[in-house]
């Protein structure tokens, strides 16, 4: 495919996940890894996107003054993805245990990332740690551990069964997210994530949760632009399981969005 062609394929910055310096890991001794996961990179492919990873600018071999706004100014949107947990530190909290106390590095750096994209105007989704994340970000708290702090919860994580832990969600009427499926009012979707949100951020609302317990399972900010999330994995389903959410309509409302704000002009065909 030449050039030309990608020209109009959106291009998506997808915030890095951290292995950071270990002096006896084997690879990379003593040197922090920033990676993404390939599925997510593969999802956004899927809807013809160019995704691009972007790596945290700080760090002790910092070397120029490339800012995450510089980012946020050259791709047209971000997808926050998942992995570990969010320190407590950054909704004011202490770790009730020491391996729930996160990675405070990730955490300053997605904020600002976040906060960074917010500011541009560049729609935002959040997958997993990145629904926690944003909610953090506007103000939110979280639960550090849902079976410790809500008893009775559904087993929203399993590290057996890992992606292949399901439960069911049901969508909010009147939400943006009930009109993508608007022919059901719930969907079984995985789940992998052992945090939740506690306190909903200031100006979001919910857009699905799990019948079950309770547990909020989509968000969406009511400010002037885009910024969604979901606590579930799409890039996990297999889509030729038709017994699990279909993310199409999910990924493409996305997608839409960061047409809209590339071409203005589209927003009178929305």
């Keep these: 495919m030449g050039s030309d062609s990608n020209l109009g394929r959106p291009k998506i910055g997808i ?7 270990d002096p006896v890991r084997p690879i990379f001794t003593g040197k922090t890894l920033q990676y993404i996961e390939q599925s997510v990179a593969h999802w956004l492919m899927g809807g013809g996107a160019l995704p691009v990873m972007i790596p945290s600018p700080e760090g002790p071999t910092q070397r120029s003054d490339v800012s995450l706004a510089d980012y946020a ?11 570990s ?19 405070r590095i ?3 750096y997605e904020i600002a990332l976040a906060k960074a994209f917010v ?7 959040g997958v997993c740690r990145g629904l926690q994340l944003l909610n953090v970000a506007f103000g939110g708290t979280l639960l550090q551990d ?5 008893p009775g919860a559904l087993t929203h994580r399993d590290a057996a069964l890992y992606d292949q832990n399901f439960h069911q969600i049901a969508f909010w009427p009147g939400t943006r997210l009930s009109s993508l499926y608007a022919d059901q009012q719930e969907a079984r979707v995985n789940s992998v994530h052992h945090q939740g949100i506690k306190d909903l951020a200031p100006d979001f609302i919910v857009e699905a949760t ?4 309770g547990m ?3 968000v969406r900010w009511t400010g002037p632009s885009f910024v969604a999330a979901v606590q579930w994995h799409p890039e996990f389903h297999d889509p030729k399981d038709a017994s699990v959410l279909n993310d199409d309509a999910l990924l493409q409302d996305y997608l839409a969005a960061v047409a809209r704000k590339r071409d203005p002009a589209q927003l009178e065909q929305a």
């Design 119 to 125: 500011a541009a105007g560049k729609p935002v989704l």
């Design 146 to 150: 849902i079976p410790t702090q809500k």
């Design 210 to 213: 799990a019948p079950a317990d």
């Design 106 to 108: 990730r955490d300053e």
């Design 73 to 83: 100014q050259w791709l047209d949107g971000l997808v926050l993805m998942g992995g």
């Design 15 to 21: 915030s890095a996940c951290f292995f950071h310096a």
């Design 216 to 218: 909020i399972e989509a």
């Design 85 to 103: 947990d969010v320190w407590p530190g950054s909704y004011g909290e202490e770790p009730l245990k020491p391996q729930w106390s996160g990675d």
